[in-house]
């Protein structure tokens, strides 16, 4: 069974940067579009970046210019640059598949302060 693995979270200051990372115990990265999610206390976990096999990005409206997702197949690893930090990036941040999600991993704290 393919594990995830999240790393990179910590406590930051509004305006900071942190650079996630998430690592596969399996090669699943170089044939599946990748994305990372993010779930807040109370809220549903939602996708905030995704990258194709083929390295292209979409990012949802909040982040967009802010954050950017890339891979390293051959490290079997996702990464997150997030840039210009706001309290409302607040969350757990998880990655996965776009599609057919295979079991979370246990993502890694954000947590930005004013």
């Known amino acids: 069974q393919v594990h995830l693995v999240e790393s990179g979270g910590g406590l930051v200051q509004a305006g900071g940067s942190l650079r996630l990372s998430c690592a596969a115990s399996?090669?699943?990265?170089?044939?599946?579009?990748m994305g990372w999610y993010r779930q807040a206390p109370g809220n549903q976990r939602d996708l905030v970046a995704a990258i194709t096999s083929g390295g292209s990005t979409n990012y949802t409206g909040s982040v967009k210019g802010r954050f950017f997702i890339s891979r390293e197949n051959g490290k079997n690893t996702v990464y997150l640059q997030m840039n210009s930090l706001k309290p409302a990036d607040t969350a757990v941040y998880y990655c996965?598949?776009?599609?057919?999600?295979?079991?979370w991993g246990q993502g890694t704290q954000v947590t930005v302060s004013s």
């Open positions: 399996g090669n699943i990265f170089s044939i599946n579009a």
């Open positions: 996965n598949l776009l599609v057919g999600q295979i079991p």
